[in-house]
């Protein structure tokens, strides 16, 4: 029963930080993506330059970041999405899925 709950992973839903990152995590509880407004970084998250995101498996982790380029027409909600998309197609390839 928990290998099959540590191989489902749940959809994105939001942290409790405001404004909110985005987390996914296991059956079990176990955070295995993350798209952070904050990027590690000292930048007002509220209007982030950059959204940083880290997908994990085991102990294997990708990370990335993808920039919020204003001047482009971006806003920070389609950088969100962006970084989820990102971090989702790593944790698959992590996982050897497709």
């Known amino acids: 029963m928990q290998a099959k ?22 059956g ?9 407004r904050w990027c590690g970084g000292y930048q007002d998250v509220h209007h982030p330059t950059m959204i940083g ?12 970041v993808v920039m919020v380029d204003g001047d482009a027409g971006q806003t920070t909600e389609s950088a969100l999405l962006q970084a ?7 944790l698959f390839q992590l996982r050897g899925e497709k």
């Open 28 to 36: 079990m509880g176990e955070e295995v993506a993350r798209v952070d």
């Open 53 to 64: 995101w880290r997908a994990k498996h085991g102990n294997q982790v990708i990370t990335g």
């Open 5 to 26: 709950l540590r191989g489902l992973v749940t959809e994105w839903r939001e942290d409790l930080s405001t404004p909110p990152n985005y987390i996914r995590e296991t």
């Open 84 to 90: 989820k998309a990102a971090c989702s197609k790593a």
